[in-house]
């Protein structure tokens, strides 16, 4: 007797993308910015390696919250900020960022600094989107990504 072989169903496994953007929405939960909880992950262009994390927060060894209640000047280190910091892949290391927030201008330049970032892609925007020009401008390609199902 033989046994019939069925063809495998299409797979429904999510995306890299997915994947890394859901991991900065993870990382997001270790902020101790009252405002705001932000996630990063810096991979490679092939998705192979988490070249670095960062998530918002006060500077290590300082007290773990903001240090005013100013929206946007809390004294917290950016998500993108501390990723760039502990991203140790020298500039000629092709890059893609997945961030929680669309970046901040200041983070955007950050960014590009780090050397050949390819593309960001992050899940909500961010009051003032005049980074998306800003890395357009140097071929850093910027794309909101749907993690809803």
Request: with cysteine.
């Given at each position: 007797m033989s046994e019939t072989h069925q063809p495998e169903q299409?797979?429904?496994r999510p995306s890299f993308e997915?994947?890394?953007?859901?991991?900065?929405?993870?990382?997001?939960?270790?902020?101790?910015?009252?405002?705001l909880s932000v996630g990063t992950v810096i991979t490679s262009t092939?998705?192979?390696?988490v070249l670095a994390v960062g998530y918002n927060g006060n500077a290590?060894?300082?007290h773990n919250g903001c240090d005013r209640?100013?929206?946007?000047?809390?004294?917290?280190?950016?998500?993108?900020?501390?990723?760039?910091?502990?991203?140790?892949?020298p500039r000629?290391?092709?890059?893609?960022?997945?961030?929680?927030?669309?970046p901040c201008v200041q983070c955007a330049?950050?960014?590009?600094?780090?050397?050949?970032?390819?593309?960001?892609?992050?899940?909500?925007?961010?009051r003032i989107r005049a980074?998306?020009?800003?890395l357009e401008s140097v071929g850093i390609t910027v794309a909101k990504l749907d993690l809803t199902p």
């Open positions: 299409p797979s429904s997915q994947i890394y953007l859901k991991l900065a929405k993870t990382l997001a939960s270790r902020s101790t910015c009252k405002r092939d998705f192979r390696k290590s060894g300082l209640d100013e929206p946007g000047n809390c004294g917290c280190l950016h998500s993108e900020e501390n990723a760039v910091i502990n991203c140790d892949s000629s290391v092709e890059k893609v960022v997945f961030v929680t927030h669309l330049k950050r960014l590009i600094n780090l050397g050949n970032v390819r593309k960001v892609f992050y899940a909500e925007d961010y980074s998306v020009e800003l």
